[in-house]
């Protein structure tokens, strides 16, 4: 995956701001290079003209880099247990709202 250039452009009079809702439609599947060309030529002209959207790709590139370069964490069997309860309990109340 290429690093999207920050650009001088200015965003441009007739900005489509649903452009960059579908930015981050797919901005995952971009990130990781599973989008189809025509897609990912869209979104790389989309960001051409578009400096928050590029600065959010940069964002997010930089966060997935840094992700693959740190080592896993080992959680205590006890933490972990807490944790699942914990996140069992948020999924519950989330039905009920």
Known sequence: MEN???TDHDTTPH??????KDLLEWLSDYIDGD???ELY???KNH????KPCVAFIQTLQKTAELIQTKPGIDVPPEAMAELT?????CKNEMKKA
């Not at 900005?15 to 960059?20: F, G, K, P, Q, T």
């Not at 960001?47 to 578009?50: F, I, P, V």
């Not at 309860?85 to 309990?89: A, E, N, Y």
Request: charged fraction near 30%; glycine fraction near 0%.
């Open 15 to 20: 900005h489509d701001e649903r452009s960059c």
């Open 35 to 37: 989008l189809k060309e």
């Open 4 to 6: 999207i250039p920050m």
């Open 47 to 50: 960001a051409s003209h578009c």
């Open 85 to 89: 309860v914990s996140l069992q309990q």
């Open 41 to 43: 030529e869209k979104i």
